[in-house]
């Protein structure tokens, strides 16, 4: 979907590996603003509290998960600045992604989207 925007192969490579943290990070803060919602429309009852509890206790890990997914995203973009990433697109030198396929493990460009095997 990326290719019909015409960005460039490194733009779309910053947007495929920090989608998916952004996406936990923005069903967290969903998570405890429906809870919040939740919260005072039932004020009356006690399970409507306790329910609007659980809620923003769920955002707690989402958030979490989150964090950690963007810290580990931030990690992998600097070693691709740094050039410190061993397993790297042959083609444009991106960072590349495991997938697991029919045939095994494989690896996705996030750049290009041209699919590698590296044997090791
Ligand atoms: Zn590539």
């Known amino acids: 979907m990326l290719d019909l925007l015409?960005?460039?192969?490194?733009?779309?490579?910053?947007?495929?590996?920090?989608?998916?943290p952004m996406?936990?990070?923005?069903?967290?803060?969903?998570?405890?603003?429906l809870g919040e919602?939740?919260?005072e429309r039932t004020s009356q009852s006690v399970i409507g509290q306790q329910i609007a509890y659980c809620f923003s206790l769920l955002s707690v890990p989402l958030m979490i998960l989150g964090l950690i997914s963007t810290s580990y995203s931030i990690y992998r973009w600097?070693?691709?600045?740094?050039?410190?990433?061993?397993?790297?697109?042959?083609?444009y030198g991106g960072i590349v992604s495991e997938k697991h396929g029919k045939y095994g493990i494989y690896y996705k460009c996030l750049a290009?989207?041209?699919t590698h095997s590296f044997d090791r």
């Open 37 to 39: 919602i939740f919260y």
């Open 23 to 33: 996406m936990i990070l923005v069903a967290a803060c969903l998570v405890l603003f």
């Open 78 to 91: 600097w070693k691709f600045i740094n050039a410190e990433d061993t397993n790297s697109c042959h083609a």
């Open 6 to 20: 015409g960005l460039s192969c490194e733009k779309k490579m910053f947007i495929r590996l920090f989608l998916q």
């Open 112 to 114: 290009c989207s041209a």
